[in-house]
């Protein structure tokens, strides 16, 4: 863990107290805990404290620990000791915690970083020129399946692509943070599989004696029959391999299994993926059984740059180079 100091004294306020209504909620809370523990509420108010103030400041620190009657030190290792205290000023609209921790950078996690050095400032901690937003790297925030992920005040947002986070960026930027959901950004339920349940889907059937399944191949859990994918009238059109085709696995979400399903589709160009209008992208969304992730990825976008110039077009249109 990296280290953590209060900020300088020429940012430190005077004095720190309380407004009414959560001077009110701090004693509250305080009479949950039995005589003798009241020192147990010291996490809840430095928490509601970085709320009013939007972070933790020495007086803060002092302010808790005598409602609490608690040596200052003792305050003071707990706000240094969590990460979700801010001990320096922040971004008045968002401070973005990317999760740096094995599951997210093995999905992304350097990706996001990079969103954030680009759209708010290169060096962690640092304020943008308006100084409404700020980003740091933490460890672990526990939604490792949903990878990767940041947290935003309260807030995580996860099973992000660095075109999601670059959108959530500006929408609390503009102020308009409220508008994001928060949780999983694709078609997950929390942390349940993506795409749907797929387990326990029939209870009846389940209560009958099971039938030998065929062995399922690794293409099949990639894909879906075109029986049950939608309509064919909306399946867009393929031609015959061309000498050259297009390296479709440039396209961010494009990886060789679904390069090679494209590829028994008739799907060869980046200009034919270019053309998809909304119905052929929801056939092949749903023949992929990917739950709109070509729209999230935005699949058309990246592949009309790749047909328009290749590689610099991409890095022009996207700020870096396709996967």
């Not at 305050?75 to 008045?92: H, I, N, S, W």
Request: charged share 30%; net charge negative.
């Amino acid at each position: 863990m990296s280290v953590r100091r209060l900020a300088e004294d020429r940012v430190q306020p005077a004095s720190f107290s309380f407004n009414e209504e959560n001077a009110a909620w701090a004693e509250k809370t305080i009479r949950k805990y039995p005589e003798g523990r009241q020192q147990s509420a010291v996490i809840p108010l430095l928490m509601r404290a970085q709320e009013q103030e939007g972070w933790v400041t020495r007086a803060a620190i002092e302010h808790v620990a005598d409602m609490l009657a608690m040596p200052y030190i003792r305050v003071l290792e707990v706000a240094t000791f969590y990460t979700q205290f801010q001990l320096k000023p922040v971004g008045t609209r968002a401070h973005i915690q990317v999760c740096g921790t094995t599951p997210c950078m093995l999905r992304g996690a350097e990706e996001l970083i990079e969103v954030c050095k680009h759209k708010i400032h290169h060096d962690p901690f640092e304020l943008n020129a308006d100084g409404t937003l700020s980003w740091e790297e933490v460890e672990c925030q526990g939604a490792c399946v949903n990878a990767p992920m940041v947290m935003i005040f309260k807030d995580s947002y996860e099973d992000l692509t660095p075109e999601q986070l670059e959108d959530i960026i500006d929408r609390f930027e503009a102020g308009r943070g409220a508008e994001v959901k928060p949780g999983p950004q694709i078609d997950r339920v929390y942390s349940a599989p993506a795409g749907g349940p797929t387990t326990l889907l029939d209870a009846a059937s389940a209560r009958k004696a099971p039938a030998k399944a065929a062995p399922v191949s690794d293409e099949v859990k990639e894909v879906v029959s075109p029986a049950s994918a939608a309509g064919d009238k909306n399946r867009p059109a393929g031609i015959e391999k061309p000498a050259t085709p297009d390296d479709l696995k440039m396209i961010s979400g494009v990886g060789p299994k679904i390069e090679a399903t494209l590829h028994e589709l008739g799907i060869y160009t980046f200009a034919q993926i270019a053309s998809w209008k909304k119905a052929e992208r929801e056939w092949v969304d749903g023949y992929l059984k990917f739950g709109g992730r070509i729209e999230r990825d935005d699949w058309v976008k990246q592949a009309k740059a790749l047909a328009k110039g290749g590689e610099a077009e991409y890095i022009k249109v996207f700020g870096k180079k396709p996967r």
